[in-house]
């Protein structure tokens, strides 16, 4: 019997390999066949989730400022308060008075913003609204006067301009009249959406205080419960890329925040000086787009740039320019200053992942394809370096360059100039 078993036993192996690949490709078949099914129960799941979530990206941001503050502040006061207490050191309330510090400059910072952005945006907004049927005006006579001397593409202008007019009034009554109470649900949507936000928001806070007040506690017991999952060889190397993870996304947002703000408080500046139409509406959206790396500044350009091209085409003229030399500005001095090599990756490679997350994520993707990329990168490189470390192979990339082959005795580099000179 036994000699039966290890004569078939290939056989035998044969067939459970065949089994489970069957069974893998069954599964996979039924997971591809209920994947909206599966995606829409991930997207009720982090719905549920959200402010948990909202309280770990609030902690995560937060979390350097608390040390920070916790290190150079109320640790020294702890200590001086508690000097004569044996059994208490002072350490709780140090660390919950950093937390506290640290959750309260968040808030004044987000009301600070909302108190200063928010009406001005309301404004200008009404005011664009308001003014629609003058600047429609203004677009028309601009026609006119371009056009004066050529009256066949003058009449060619004026007509699709009636035919944008009569469009609008067309949508206005067979299209939004009509579908008045979807508007309505539109709108009770918005609110509840807004309301939503504010709800997450304000959980994620609270969250985010406990997270922080035991960010020792949740990290001991994240390395306690790694240690007791993998090999400690493996456990060191999930450790060290989850800092180099967290270094690159860290250096990533903060120095886009940093230089967005720079941006956005220039390009305010130039605005009022010149006495732009909309300063502060134009100088938030160029500052947020700005975090997109590369395409941030263009993005921005084009909504502000139409905004104001319909109070004046010669304004929108100056702001292009001043858009286009803010970007040079930005792109070869602040952001090198801010950001400096920290990334390690070429443009080219910023530029694939900004395509890539766009096209896959949206204004996320943009947003945050790059250091994700980055990170990627990074892993993929450090192994072909072990790898050609293992193979006794150079890593450096200046070696490659003009190869012609490596000497399999040596491992060596031939370089094709030094094969010609031979």
Same mark, same amino acid.
């Given at each position: 019997?036994?000699?039966?078993? /290890?004569?078939?036993?290939?056989?035998?192996? $044969?067939?459970?390999?065949?089994?489970?690949?069957?069974?893998?490709?069954?599964?996979?078949?039924?997971?591809?066949?209920?994947?909206?099914? &599966?995606?829409?129960?991930?997207? #009720?799941?982090?719905?549920?989730?959200?402010?948990?979530?909202?309280?770990?990206?609030?902690?995560?941001?937060?979390?350097?400022?608390?040390?920070?503050?916790?290190?150079?502040?109320?640790?020294?006061?702890?200590?001086?308060?508690?000097? /004569?207490?044996?059994?208490?050191?002072?350490?709780?309330?140090?660390?919950?008075?950093?937390?506290?510090?640290?959750? =309260?400059?968040?808030?004044?910072?987000?009301?600070?913003?909302?108190?200063?952005?928010?009406?001005?945006?309301?404004?200008?907004?009404?005011?664009?609204?308001?003014?629609?049927?003058?600047?429609?005006?203004?677009?028309?006579? $601009?026609?006119?006067?371009?056009?004066?001397?050529?009256?066949?593409?003058?009449?060619?202008?004026?007509?699709?301009?009636?035919?944008?007019?009569?469009? +609008?009034?067309? $949508?206005?009554?067979?299209?939004?009249?009509?579908?008045?109470?979807?508007?309505?649900?539109?709108?009770?949507?918005?609110?509840?959406?807004?309301?939503?936000?504010?709800?997450?928001?304000?959980?994620?806070?609270?969250?985010?205080?406990?997270?922080?007040?035991?960010?020792?506690?949740?990290?001991?017991?994240?390395?306690?419960?790694?240690?007791?999952?993998?090999?400690?060889? +493996?456990?060191?190397?999930?450790?060290?890329?989850?800092?180099? =993870?967290?270094?690159?996304?860290?250096?990533?947002?903060?120095?886009?925040?940093?230089?967005?703000?720079?941006?956005?408080?220039?390009?305010?500046?130039?605005?009022?000086?010149?006495?732009?139409?909309?300063?502060? &509406?134009?100088?938030?959206?160029?500052?947020?787009?700005?975090?997109?790396?590369?395409?941030?500044?263009?993005?921005?350009?084009?909504?502000?740039?139409?905004?104001?091209?319909?109070?004046?085409?010669?304004?929108?003229?100056?702001?292009?320019?001043?858009? =286009?030399? &803010?970007?040079?500005?930005?792109? @070869?001095?602040?952001?090198?200053?801010?950001?400096? @090599?920290?990334?390690?990756?070429?443009?080219?490679?910023?530029?694939?992942?900004?395509?890539?997350?766009?096209?896959?994520?949206?204004?996320?993707?943009?947003?945050?394809?790059?250091?994700?990329?980055?990170?990627?990168?990074?892993?993929?490189?450090?192994?072909?370096?072990? /790898?050609?470390?293992?193979?006794?192979?150079?890593? #450096?990339?200046?070696?490659?360059?003009?190869?012609?082959?490596?000497?399999?005795?040596?491992?060596?580099?031939? /370089?094709?100039?030094?094969?010609?000179?031979?």
């Amino acid at each position: 019997m036994r000699r039966f078993i /290890k004569g078939d036993r290939k056989y035998l192996n $044969w067939g459970i390999t065949a089994f489970v690949v069957i069974a893998f490709s069954i599964l996979f078949y039924m997971a591809l066949a209920y994947l909206p099914s &599966l995606g829409k129960a991930l997207s #009720d799941l982090v719905s549920i989730l959200a402010p948990f979530i909202w309280g770990l990206v609030i902690s995560y941001i937060l979390l350097p400022m608390m040390h920070a503050i916790e290190k150079h502040a109320f640790i020294p006061l702890s200590r001086k308060l508690y000097s /004569k207490n044996k059994k208490n050191d002072g350490s709780g309330l140090a660390r919950g008075m950093s937390v506290m510090a640290a959750e =309260i400059i968040f808030l004044v910072i987000l009301a600070a913003l909302v108190w200063l952005i928010i009406p001005q945006l309301y404004y200008s907004i009404e005011t664009m609204v308001k003014n629609s049927g003058e600047y429609m005006d203004k677009a028309e006579n $601009w026609v006119l006067n371009i056009f004066n001397n050529n009256p066949t593409v003058e009449t060619y202008a004026l007509q699709a301009i009636d035919s944008l007019e009569d469009g +609008a009034l067309s $949508w206005l009554q067979t299209k939004l009249l009509p579908q008045f109470g979807n508007v309505i649900s539109n709108v009770y949507a918005g609110v509840y959406s807004v309301f939503r936000v504010l709800y997450n928001l304000i959980i994620g806070i609270i969250v985010s205080v406990y997270i922080m007040a035991k960010s020792d506690a949740f990290t001991a017991g994240c390395k306690k419960l790694l240690y007791c999952i993998f090999t400690i060889e +493996a456990a060191e190397k999930i450790r060290y890329a989850v800092r180099e =993870i967290d270094r690159t996304f860290m250096t990533f947002i903060s120095s886009n925040l940093y230089d967005a703000a720079i941006v956005g408080v220039l390009c305010y500046i130039f605005c009022v000086i010149v006495n732009m139409p909309y300063a502060l &509406l134009v100088s938030v959206i160029v500052g947020i787009t700005n975090m997109i790396p590369f395409f941030g500044p263009l993005i921005g350009a084009v909504p502000s740039g139409l905004i104001i091209l319909f109070v004046s085409p010669i304004k929108c003229l100056i702001f292009i320019i001043f858009i =286009i030399v &803010l970007q040079q500005f930005d792109g @070869n001095l602040i952001k090198p200053k801010i950001l400096g @090599n920290s990334l390690g990756i070429g443009g080219f490679w910023v530029m694939f992942a900004i395509i890539l997350g766009g096209g896959l994520f949206g204004f996320w993707g943009m947003l945050l394809g790059v250091p994700v990329f980055t990170v990627i990168y990074t892993w993929i490189n450090n192994s072909v370096n072990k /790898k050609l470390k293992r193979s006794a192979l150079p890593t #450096d990339m200046e070696e490659y360059k003009d190869l012609d082959r490596i000497d399999p005795v040596t491992r060596e580099p031939v /370089k094709k100039r030094e094969e010609g000179k031979d």
